[in-house]
């Protein structure tokens, strides 16, 4: 089960927490989890897995069912609002008064907090955000973009060192998408630490130093990006054919080859451990076989393909 390593303190606990909602769902069930101290964590899983309704319980704005949730060492029930200053929570859906304008709704929040006015990180915060020269635009005039990181600003006004970001891009164009991940980059060598739930692959294979991954209310894995994808990730090498086969020879039964239909192409598939017993033997057999190759290549699996197999097994590791 994941659990705390370390490589670093926990910024939030999450202990043995389970959700069933009043039609008796239950979306969330015994999950234990740790964010570390800096960390960028995208907590990765398909559409209704329960990424918002973790994310609403550990910002204290849905009941866990039991269990128990820490922010900075303050228990989110007990000690909600020392608790809550810790956290920011840039939600799914922008809502905010269209007809205010940027500085104030970003400074409103911070009152929100029962945080004395300070303009100065106000101005600062606007500035990160490329938002300054926007201060008095009123939300309305904004573009998508803008209004998108207005409410980041106001999720950041309270100086949070927490940071969580639901589906931070959904429905989001490729440029802005990669803004906002030089963003989210940025504000973590700022020193926050960064949750953000993401439906896509290919964010957190950018983005994360560490990946959750979520499916049916339950934590599969917590791994390293690097570990995961090293652990998991599946390589395979193409032999390209001087002379087609009409099938893979028998003294090559042992192995892990595949024909392609037209029988001009071996593919051999090996994990991480198999790279280093078989590929220089296998390349013998063959020459011993009598079978040539002009070309070979090789590729591995993306974060896609681990993703799809981990969900569909419901894999335990
Ligand atoms: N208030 C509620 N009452 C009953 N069921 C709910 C409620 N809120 C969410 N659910 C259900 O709980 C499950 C998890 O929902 P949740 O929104 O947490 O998923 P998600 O991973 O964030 O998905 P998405 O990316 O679609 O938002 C879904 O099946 C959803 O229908």
Redesign the pocket.
């Given at each position: 089960m994941p659990s705390s390593t370390d490589s670093g303190p926990a910024v939030i606990s999450v202990r043995n927490l389970t959700?069933t909602?009043?039609?008796g769902?239950q979306?969330?069930q015994d999950i234990n989890l740790d964010i570390r101290q800096g960390e960028i964590f995208a907590l990765l899983?398909?559409?209704?897995?329960?990424?918002?309704?973790?994310?609403?319980i550990i910002c204290g704005i849905?009941n866990a069912s039991s269990g128990s949730v820490a922010a900075d060492g303050h228990d989110i029930a007990r000690e909600y609002r020392a608790a809550r200053a810790k956290i920011g929570l840039v939600p799914?859906e922008l809502f905010t008064d269209a007809f205010e304008t940027v500085h104030d709704t970003v400074s409103f929040s911070r009152g929100l907090f029962g945080k004395s006015p300070d303009p100065a990180h106000i101005e600062k915060v606007l500035k990160d955000l490329t938002l300054w020269d926007k201060r008095d635009s009123k939300i309305m005039a904004l573009s998508g973009g803008m209004k998108r990181r207005v409410m980041i600003a106001k999720a950041l006004s309270h100086e949070p060192k927490i940071l969580f970001l639901?589906?931070p891009t959904?429905g989001v164009d490729v440029e802005l998408r990669r803004d906002m991940w030089a963003l989210v980059r940025r504000l973590r060598e700022s020193g926050v630490t960064i949750i953000l739930?993401t439906?896509y692959i290919e964010e957190a294979e950018e983005m994360a130093d560490r990946i959750g991954v979520?499916s049916k209310?339950r934590i599969l894995l917590v791994e390293d990006k690097a570990v995961l994808m090293q652990k998991l990730g599946k390589k395979q090498l193409t032999l390209h054919l001087q002379q087609p086969l009409d099938a893979v020879p028998e003294a090559l039964a042992g192995y892990r080859l595949e024909l392609s239909s037209d029988g001009t192409q071996l593919v051999y598939t090996f994990d991480a451990e198999g790279e280093r017993l078989g590929i220089p033997e296998l390349l013998r057999r063959l020459d011993d076989n009598g079978i040539h190759f002009k070309d070979l290549q090789t590729s591995e699996s993306s974060l896609e393909e681990i993703f799809i197999s981990l969900v569909h097994q419901g894999k335990q590791t």
């Open positions: 959700k909602y009043a039609s769902f979306a969330l899983g398909p559409n209704g897995a329960g990424k918002t309704t973790l994310i609403s849905v799914q639901d589906e959904a739930t439906h979520i209310g």
